[in-house]
């Protein structure tokens, strides 16, 4: 069974900095482009950042452009998100997701951990 | 780049069809199917119900089935049922630096 584990959230000065991770098992985490979604308290879905199986390519939301950082262990089963110079809008749960396959399919998340709530505040 | 558009709510009784609609633009929706819709019912994770605009995930009923004309696509449900109630974001690959975007949700009401 696929599970996804994140964990790192908590509350955070504005222009501080946060690492959230998120912990796979039951799959084969370097098969898989992985991917971080967002979602603000009462709020829709925001795709946050994108990397590739290798880790060899990443991508991110402008909003968060230069601030967030997307990496990956493969040997660990592990994804990282370094969160710099928050902002207040950054509050959110953010979820890891699993994309359904490789090439076209990596724009389909098929398994989502729980998320964990970060919180930009003074 | 804005997010695509979802009517905030629909609402339909047992039985019932309904459709939700997402609308894009040529840069998104209209030139690509890699729409997807996802289901999140109230205090759960977003779940993967239709993919490339009208596939079904396994273990998805075939109630749900997805469509696309244009720069909109829809998804329908048929049958509906009381679990079916939840929010529905569509999402699609947009060949904008912002790579992927999804709509605002729309909340279904089954009554």
């Known amino acids: 069974e696929v599970q996804l584990l994140e964990s790192g959230g908590g509350l955070v000065q504005p222009g501080g900095s946060l690492r959230l991770s998120c912990a796979a098992s039951?799959?084969?985490?370097?098969?898989?482009?992985m991917t971080w979604v967002r979602q603000a308290p009462g709020k829709g879905l925001e795709w946050v950042s994108d990397i590739s199986e290798s880790g060899g390519s990443t991508y991110y939301a402008d909003s968060v452009k230069g601030r967030f950082i997307i990496s990956r262990d493969n040997s660990k089963n592990t994804l990282d998100l370094q969160m710099n110079s928050l902002r207040a809008e950054d509050t959110a749960v953010y979820y890891c997701?699993?994309?359904?396959?490789?090439?076209?399919?990596?724009?389909?998340?098929?398994?989502w951990g729980q998320g964990t709530l970060v919180t930009v505040s003074s | 780049q804005s997010a695509l558009t979802q009517p905030p709510s629909v609402s339909g009784s047992p039985g019932q069809s309904v459709t939700i609609s997402c609308t894009g633009t040529?840069?998104?929706?209209?030139?690509?199917?890699?729409v997807s819709w996802y289901q999140q019912p109230p205090g759960t994770t977003p779940k993967l119900m239709i993919y490339e605009v009208s596939n079904r995930p396994s273990g998805v009923p075939d109630r749900f089935s997805g469509s696309k004309s244009g720069n909109t696509a829809s998804l329908t449900i048929s049958g509906l049922q009381a679990e079916d109630e939840a929010d529905y974001y569509c999402?699609?690959?947009?060949?904008?630096?912002?790579?992927?975007?999804f709509g605002g949700g729309t909340k279904l009401t089954v009554l």
């Open positions: 039951g799959f084969t985490l370097g098969n898989y482009a």
């Open positions: 999402s699609s690959y947009t060949r904008s630096s912002t790579y992927v975007l």
């Open positions: 997701a699993k994309s359904l396959g490789g090439g076209i399919y990596k724009y389909y998340f098929d398994s």
């Open positions: 040529s840069s998104d929706v209209g030139s690509y199917n890699r």
